[in-house]
């Protein structure tokens, strides 16, 4: 394959709901390395480099093998910045590749064969400029209600009420692992989602986003209990 792709991690050092997160330990190791490594084993990533505005983050990706080219400017590192401001600047700062892979450090269960997958589902595809990771959500919204004057009121109105699981419609959410994109439609657009992107399914129980200490705890024991990684 001759197009070149560059795969991004982005990891600010503000995070809210688990502080230091990227670089808390989970499972023996910092929680960022585990995004490193699986990227590492990509057989379809030509350069894996680092975001980030915080010197911590920096010398940990090192010690990892991740390259970090630049420093990311403190305003794209706040509560409110855009999520694609991040991987905009960093493709403005390593120019000259064909594909660009998000790949957040909250998906710790992501694997190697999750990241390639979702790559060639992209490559693979005719007209199809985006491929983001998702998942089927453990409660349907079909399910789901506003309420109203503290009235039950269905988010997606049905004829009739589905009763079993197994009858209904299949959705799937974004699960936050992995999202690819064509370079220069990335740039033109300023996002991973629009008419023409597709959905790689990733299963459950490799879906976590860690946003929480109640997730970073069950990522932690999912990864020394059931995949006995330590």
């Known amino acids: 394959m001759n197009s070149k792709i560059l795969a991004i991690i982005p990891a600010r050092g503000g ?5 230091r997160k990227n670089i808390r330990e989970l499972a023996g190791k910092p929680l960022i390395a585990w995004t490193i490594e699986e990227a590492k084993k990509s057989k379809y990533i030509d350069r894996l480099i680092l975001s980030t505005e915080d010197d911590e983050i920096i010398e940990v990706a090192k010690q990892y093998g991740c390259e970090v080219p630049f420093k990311r400017p403190i305003e794209l590192a706040q509560d409110d910045t855009p999520g694609i401001d991040p991987v905009l ?9 064909d594909y660009v892979v998000l790949l957040q ?11 390639d997958g979702c790559i060639e589902q992209l490559l ?25 004057d503290e009235r039950m009121v269905p988010l997606l109105p049905k004829d009739t009420l589905v009763t079993r699981r197994q009858d209904l419609p299949k959705v799937y959410a974004l699960n936050g692992a992995i999202y690819v994109a064509k370079t220069e439609k990335l740039i033109e657009e300023k996002s991973f989602l629009s008419s023409n992107t597709s959905g790689y399914i990733m299963p459950q129980e490799r879906s976590f986003d ?7 705890t069950i990522c932690d024991l999912l990864k020394k209990e059931v995949y006995q990684i330590v």
Not at 15 to 19: A, H, R, Y
Not at 105 to 115: A, Y
């Open 210 to 216: 860690i946003d929480t200490l109640i997730d970073f």
């Open 105 to 115: 450090p909250t998906s710790p269960l992501r694997t190697v064969d999750d990241i």
């Open 15 to 19: 995070s809210k709901g688990v502080p």
């Open 89 to 97: 600047h960093a493709i403005e700062q390593c120019p000259g590749y």
């Open 124 to 148: 693979s595809s005719d007209g199809t400029n985006f491929c983001v990771s998702v998942t089927e959500p453990e409660k349907s919204p079909y399910w789901m209600y506003t309420l109203e």
